[in-house]
Every structure is written in structure tokens, then in C-alpha cells.
């Protein structure tokens, strides 16, 4: 799976193609494009300048997890998402649930209400909203992405989530939910889960990455998950693409 980086740089416009992810790179261009297929591409615009502070925070950029679990995704059988129902939990600029969507998936992307415009901005960017990209069929088959506010651990957040959660996804997927922010606070992992498990019903598959920052936030992760679903495993990496089979971050697979 090939991507493209455009910025800038000392002034000037510059452009990078790269085949697995370098985060140093990837967080300062300000739009990404992903091949997902050789007909496929997802784009994502996104606010390098906003990752820090009290603006956009850790959901202006892309991050290692949402990279590979893309790939994961893009290796699969060609229709195995093809009219099925998703969601993402934390999108921040929505990669994962744009490639379902571009896969062919009905994808509810969701964060915090401060993301929404920039989520809003990347579903229109890829023409996966209500209105059909110039030229197609009105027969033809595709995906789309609609885009929705939850917080979990919020007043309230429950009752957002029993209302999501009539749809009966498929599949819930969520990338990098688990860390430290810059201000030092982390986000609640029985709430994440709490989250995670009211958007499934019995045959959902819950795919979540999380990355290596710790024993102490791993051991917090599988607690609160166990907690929750019967079923939770980690993905071998020998499951993943070859450039995507990072050290620092594991795929666990979870159901009721």
C-alpha cells in the first residue's frame, strides 16, 4: 500500500511517495493519499499545526495505527466490506473509515465535536457523502460515510451510543485510543471499551490498534476489554502487509 505526502517546505511545495509509515514525515504534510487498491485512493487533508495545544489535538493527524490497520484492510477479498455497516470510534482525520467506504462500506465516522469539520471536510474531499462524484452511474455500487459526534466518557455518551448502535454494524473499528496526550491526560479505557462493546451485537467484528507506550496503559487496555468481550486476541503479524508489520503496534480483534 503506497502513499503520497504533500506540504511544504522551506517555503516551496513538496511531495514524497512512501510504502510504510514514517511518523516524523507523515505528521508534518499537510494532505495524505492512500492507494488502497489500484483504482482506489483515499485523501485526507490534515492540521499538522494543530496536533499540540487546545486546538485539534492528537486528531489532526494521522498516526502509526490507522496506517496499519488500513493495510490490513485493503489486503483483504475485494468485496469483504461491500455493503456492510461500520463505524469508526476516534476517526480524527477518518482514514480507516474512508478506505471502508471507498470499499464499499456504509461507515459512521465519529469523534469529538471540535473533529467534526475536518472529518466533514475529508468525507466531501472524497466524494463518499450523499452526493455522487461527477460522472458515475446512478446503478452504480459504492460506499459511503456519514459523520457523528461521540465522546465517550461524556455526560450522556450512553445514550449516543444506543442510538448509533441501531444501525447493527459489522464492523467497529478504532486506531490509537489508547495514549498520553501533550497535556498528560488519558483518555478513559473502560469508557473506550464501554464504547467499543454497546456498537456491537453478536457477530460484529471490533478491530482496535494500540500502540506500545507501556506496560501500565497495555495492562489498562486488556483489563478493561476483558471486561467487556468474551473474545480478545491479537492479530499475528504475519497477518499484516510486509511494511506493516511495525513492532510498536498490535492489532487485537474483539467480539461478545
Same mark, same amino acid.
Given at each position: 500500500?503506497?502513499?503520497?505526502? /504533500?506540504?511544504?517546505?522551506?517555503?516551496?511545495?513538496?511531495?514524497?511517495?512512501?510504502? !510504510?509509515?514514517? @511518523?516524523?514525515?507523515?505528521?508534518?504534510?499537510?494532505?495524505? =493519499?492512500?492507494?488502497?487498491?489500484?483504482?482506489?485512493?483515499? =485523501?485526507?487533508?490534515?492540521?499538522?499545526?494543530?496536533?499540540?495545544?487546545?486546538?485539534?489535538?492528537?486528531?489532526?493527524?494521522?498516526? %502509526?495505527? !490507522?496506517?496499519? &490497520?488500513?493495510?490490513?484492510?485493503?489486503?483483504?477479498?475485494?468485496?469483504? +466490506?461491500?455493503?456492510?455497516?461500520?463505524?469508526?470510534?476516534?476517526?480524527?482525520?477518518?482514514?480507516?473509515?474512508?478506505? &471502508?467506504?471507498?470499499?464499499?462500506?456504509?461507515?459512521?465516522? #465519529? %469523534?469529538?465535536?471540535?473533529?467534526?469539520?475536518?472529518? @466533514?471536510? $475529508?468525507? !466531501?474531499? $472524497?466524494?463518499?457523502?450523499?452526493?455522487?462524484?461527477?460522472?458515475?452511474?446512478?446503478?452504480?455500487?459504492?460506499? *459511503?460515510?456519514?459523520? !457523528?459526534?461521540?465522546?465517550?466518557?461524556?455526560?450522556? +455518551?450512553?445514550?449516543?451510543?444506543?442510538?448509533?448502535?441501531?444501525? *447493527?454494524?459489522?464492523?467497529?473499528?478504532?486506531?490509537?485510543?489508547?495514549?498520553?496526550?501533550?497535556?498528560? $491526560? #488519558?483518555? %478513559?479505557?473502560?469508557?473506550?471499551?464501554?464504547?467499543?462493546?454497546? &456498537?456491537?451485537? /453478536?457477530?460484529?467484528?471490533?478491530?482496535?490498534?494500540?500502540?506500545?507506550?507501556?506496560?501500565?496503559?497495555? %495492562?489498562?487496555?486488556?483489563?478493561?476489554?476483558?471486561? *467487556?468481550?468474551?473474545?480478545?486476541?491479537?492479530?499475528?503479524?504475519?497477518? &499484516?502487509?510486509?511494511? +506493516?508489520?511495525?513492532?510498536?503496534?498490535?492489532?487485537? /480483534?474483539?467480539?461478545?
Amino acid at each position: 500500500m503506497r502513499f503520497w505526502l /504533500e506540504g511544504w517546505e522551506d517555503g516551496e511545495p513538496v511531495k514524497s511517495c512512501l510504502e !510504510a509509515p514514517d @511518523r516524523w514525515q507523515t505528521q508534518a504534510a499537510e494532505r495524505v =493519499t492512500i492507494e488502497i487498491a489500484p483504482d482506489k485512493l483515499v =485523501t485526507v487533508q490534515q492540521q499538522p499545526r494543530s496536533l499540540t495545544g487546545a486546538r485539534l489535538g492528537v486528531g489532526a493527524c494521522l498516526w %502509526d495505527g !490507522a496506517f496499519v &490497520l488500513t493495510a490490513y484492510i485493503a489486503a483483504q477479498p475485494v468485496d469483504t +466490506y461491500a455493503g456492510k455497516r461500520c463505524i469508526e470510534l476516534g476517526a480524527g482525520v477518518g482514514l480507516v473509515g474512508l478506505a &471502508l467506504a471507498r470499499l464499499g462500506a456504509q461507515v459512521t465516522l #465519529t %469523534d469529538k465535536p471540535i473533529l467534526l469539520g475536518l472529518l @466533514r471536510g $475529508n468525507v !466531501a474531499k $472524497n466524494w463518499l457523502g450523499e452526493r455522487p462524484p461527477p460522472g458515475s452511474s446512478p446503478e452504480s455500487r459504492r460506499g *459511503k460515510a456519514d459523520v !457523528a459526534a461521540l465522546e465517550w466518557g461524556s455526560k450522556g +455518551y450512553e445514550a449516543t451510543i444506543s442510538q448509533l448502535a441501531t444501525a *447493527k454494524f459489522d464492523f467497529v473499528v478504532a486506531t490509537d485510543c489508547t495514549y498520553i496526550d501533550p497535556d498528560g $491526560n #488519558t483518555p %478513559d479505557d473502560d469508557h473506550f471499551m464501554t464504547a467499543c462493546a454497546g &456498537l456491537c451485537h /453478536e457477530n460484529t467484528m471490533c478491530f482496535v490498534t494500540f500502540e506500545d507506550r507501556g506496560t501500565v496503559l497495555r %495492562d489498562n487496555f486488556l483489563a478493561a476489554a476483558h471486561t *467487556k468481550f468474551r473474545y480478545v486476541k491479537e492479530m499475528h503479524r504475519s497477518a &499484516l502487509p510486509q511494511h +506493516y508489520q511495525l513492532e510498536h503496534i498490535d492489532v487485537w /480483534e474483539l467480539r461478545l
